[in-house]
């Protein structure tokens, strides 16, 4: 359902869209401003998985586009990972005339409760450089890369970047900044406590004490549970050939002591690895409540 809005805040007229502000001339188009059936049929698909944005657009906002891609990851995390980069780094990208909203979503785009936000005024740059969307910022000069942004939505982001001024403004944030699920304030890096409500995140010496003590208890405790299935199963079948490996050793049967050495290193390559990526996603400010509804 599609609604229009006489909304005239700062002179501004926004349409709505399942309650989300937007532009429909942009959002329901083309590159070339030509409205096609088909990419206004993905585009309020996408924008109905992302209602629960109401609360964090402001009163001047509105959305342009929505699309798909994946989290920025190291060559490191991706060759730990494999081919469950797929699973474990899908995002929705929410392009408003304001900033850039980045999601982490589950395998299947629905929300988890965390969301950054890319303001246009602190960046150098963002361009699409073949499927990856670059954004450069300002102060830092850092830059960061995502993934694989959905094909259909390539040329329409590069046109609407040409649109954008992105000059940086003083006092902006120039870095990708997490918002509070539960009061849509910005979030202090590193402090796992929301300044402004109280809510709480769950924290780094937390799933680094899960990773040690626990089979595949990094990722149960970042929420990660099909990844913490299967770590699990391999952590318990390591601990059982270690197990077996010292029973074998008493019993002086050959080949023990290099069954132990080889299970004993796995067991720590897989914990560091463990450790290395959910700490990774401890950075995206996981709740530590699952129900959680703004307050706005």
């Given at each position: 359902m599609i609604l229009q809005s006489s909304d005239q805040t700062n002179g501004i007229s926004r349409q709505?869209?399942?309650?989300?502000?937007?532009?429909?001339?942009?959002?329901?188009?083309?590159?070339?401003?030509?409205?096609?059936?088909?990419?206004?049929?993905?585009?309020?698909?996408?924008?109905?998985?992302?209602?629960?944005?109401?609360?964090?657009?402001?009163?001047?906002?509105?959305?342009?586009?929505?699309?798909?891609?994946?989290?920025?990851?190291?060559?490191?995390?991706?060759?730990?990972i494999g081919w469950f980069f797929i699973y474990l780094k899908r995002s929705l990208f929410v392009f408003t005339n304001q900033r850039i909203f980045h999601i982490p979503t589950t395998p299947i785009y629905s929300y988890r409760n965390t969301i950054a936000q890319i303001l246009y005024s602190g960046c150098k740059s963002i361009a699409m450089k073949g499927r990856s969307l670059v954004v450069e910022y300002a102060k830092h000069a850092g830059k960061e890369k995502f993934f694989w942004i959905a094909g259909k939505e390539k040329k329409k982001i590069r046109e609407l970047l040409?649109?954008?001024?992105?000059?940086?403004?003083?006092?902006?944030?120039?870095?990708?900044?997490?918002?509070?699920?539960?009061?849509?304030?910005?979030?202090?890096?590193?402090?796992?406590?929301?300044?402004?409500?109280?809510?709480?995140?769950?924290?780094?010496?937390?799933?680094?004490?899960?990773?040690?003590?626990?089979?595949?208890?990094?990722?149960?405790?970042?929420?990660?549970?099909?990844?913490?299935?299967?770590?699990?199963?391999?952590?318990?079948?390591?601990?059982?050939?270690?197990?077996?490996?010292?029973?074998?050793?008493?019993?002086?049967?050959?080949?023990?002591?290099?069954?132990?050495?080889?299970?004993?290193?796995?067991?720590?390559?897989?914990?560091t690895a463990m450790i290395v990526h959910t700490t990774d996603f401890i950075k995206e400010f996981i709740p530590k409540r699952r129900t959680i509804g703004p307050k706005r």
């Open positions: 709505v869209m399942f309650g989300v502000p937007v532009d429909r001339e942009v959002l329901l188009t083309n590159h070339k401003n030509v409205h096609k059936k088909r990419i206004a049929k993905r585009q309020r698909k996408l924008v109905e998985k992302i209602t629960f944005i109401k609360p964090f657009i402001k009163e001047d906002e509105k959305v342009l586009l929505v699309t798909k891609g994946y989290s920025p990851a190291s060559t490191f995390e991706k060759y730990i040409k649109t954008i001024t992105q000059v940086a403004k003083e006092g902006e944030a120039s870095e990708r900044t997490h918002l509070c699920p539960g009061c849509t304030n910005a979030l202090s890096k590193d402090k796992y406590i929301c300044e402004s409500c109280g809510l709480k995140f769950k924290t780094k010496t937390a799933t680094l004490i899960f990773s040690i003590i626990f089979p595949g208890g990094g990722y149960f405790y970042t929420r990660r549970y099909f990844l913490g299935i299967i770590v699990a199963l391999v952590e318990i079948i390591l601990l059982a050939f270690i197990g077996q490996s010292l029973v074998n050793i008493q019993n002086d049967v050959g080949g023990s002591i290099y069954l132990l050495l080889i299970s004993v290193l796995v067991l720590l390559v897989e914990k």
